[in-house]
């Protein structure tokens, strides 16, 4: 089964019944950018009264007529997800269903109807106008990563550089959490397609960042890498938004790594370090 037949599925299972009023194809197939690694991602419209109901009997239909290797249910009140994958090729796709109301944040750009039994595509405009940056985000985030970027010398001076390339780990999350933010398209979608969503040299310099290992060198060159690129790109939102930029946190920060950033023959290359020291 390919994403082709698995809509066509669908489709026909969800078509007449009568608690389903509509059936929309969003997420990248929807934009235009999927590609052979793409889920299916389809919004259903379902009245209130029935939403428990039809809830039951789709994850019944569905496991007992597909090859299912996994399948969950996350109900968020009015509105229910079912996450799916299917078979060996590991077919993916989500079925969100709830009220009329999903639809308010979609445009005919990012929501490809299937079926309409109450003329409710009418109302979606055109496009929608882009998503803007966050200032709850940015708030949030840039002084998490400020104060986890501190901790390095709590690592490094305890040699725990397992603990070390986890807070590497994280400082590239919240690095990528911001550039992700920095994007203003009407629909940034999921988390497996940044190569597409992010400015070129943004991704250009998540590319260039150096491997994180469990290591001394690795805890240090990586987490500068993150530092030196997170602070262009928090200054710019923060500006963009009207958030204040953490200037004296920035600082500090910026004075507690500088001993260990004055190392740069011994912070250039990650090397192993022997038996039991291992990448994160």
């Given at each position: 089964?390919?994403?082709?037949?698995?809509?066509?599925?669908?489709?026909?299972?969800?078509?007449?019944?009568?608690?389903?009023?509509?059936?929309?194809?969003?997420?990248?197939?929807?934009?235009?950018?999927?590609?052979?690694?793409?889920?299916?991602?389809?919004?259903?419209?379902?009245?209130?009264?029935?939403?428990?109901?039809?809830?039951?009997?789709?994850?019944?239909?569905?496991?007992?007529?597909?090859?299912?290797?996994?399948?969950?249910?996350?109900?968020?009140?009015?509105?229910?997800?079912?996450?799916?994958?299917?078979?060996?090729?590991?077919?993916?796709?989500?079925?969100?269903?709830?009220?009329?109301?999903?639809?308010?944040?979609?445009?005919?750009?990012?929501?490809?109807?299937?079926?309409?039994?109450?003329?409710?595509?009418?109302?979606?405009?055109?496009?929608?106008?882009?998503?803007?940056?966050?200032?709850?985000?940015?708030?949030?985030?840039?002084?998490?990563?400020?104060r986890v970027a501190g901790l390095l010398p709590v690592a490094v001076g305890r040699a725990d550089y397992v603990v070390a390339a986890s807070g590497s780990a994280l400082l590239r999350t919240l690095l990528i959490q911001l550039m992700v933010e920095s994007v203003e398209v009407e629909d940034r979608g999921g988390a497996?397609?940044?190569?597409?969503?992010?400015?070129?040299?943004?991704?250009?310099?998540?590319?260039?960042?150096?491997?994180?290992?469990?290591?001394?060198?690795?805890?240090?060159?990586?987490?500068?890498?993150?530092?030196?690129?997170?602070?262009?790109?928090?200054?710019?939102?923060?500006?963009?938004?009207?958030?204040?930029?953490?200037?004296?946190?920035?600082?500090?920060?910026?004075?507690?790594?500088?001993?260990?950033?004055?190392?740069?023959?011994?912070?250039?290359?990650?090397?192993?370090?022997?038996?039991?020291?291992?990448?994160?």
């Open positions: 089964m390919n994403r082709d037949q698995l809509l066509a599925w669908v489709t026909e299972r969800l078509h007449n019944d009568q608690r389903v009023r509509g059936l929309w194809i969003t997420g990248s197939t929807a934009r235009g950018t999927d590609d052979e690694f793409s889920d299916l991602d389809l919004l259903a419209v379902v009245t209130d009264e029935d939403r428990a109901d039809f809830a039951s009997t789709w994850v019944a239909q569905v496991v007992q007529s597909m090859p299912l290797v996994h399948h969950q249910l996350l109900d968020f009140g009015p509105t229910v997800v079912v996450h799916h994958i299917v078979g060996d090729n590991w077919l993916r796709f989500d079925l969100t269903f709830g009220p009329a109301e999903n639809l308010r944040t979609r445009s005919q750009q990012t929501a490809k109807v299937v079926f309409d039994h109450d003329d409710l595509n009418s109302a979606l405009p055109a496009e929608a106008p882009p998503t803007r940056p966050s200032p709850e985000v940015i708030a949030r985030v840039v002084p998490e990563f400020l497996l397609h940044l190569q597409t969503l992010l400015a070129p040299d943004h991704f250009r310099l998540l590319e260039d960042l150096p491997p994180i290992a469990a290591t001394r060198e690795s805890a240090i060159a990586v987490q500068r890498a993150c530092f030196d690129a997170f602070v262009p790109v928090a200054q710019d939102l923060c500006r963009r938004t009207g958030v204040p930029w953490p200037e004296s946190f920035a600082d500090a920060v910026r004075r507690r790594l500088a001993p260990l950033w004055s190392q740069p023959e011994r912070a250039k290359m990650p090397q192993q370090r022997g038996p039991g020291r291992v990448g994160a």
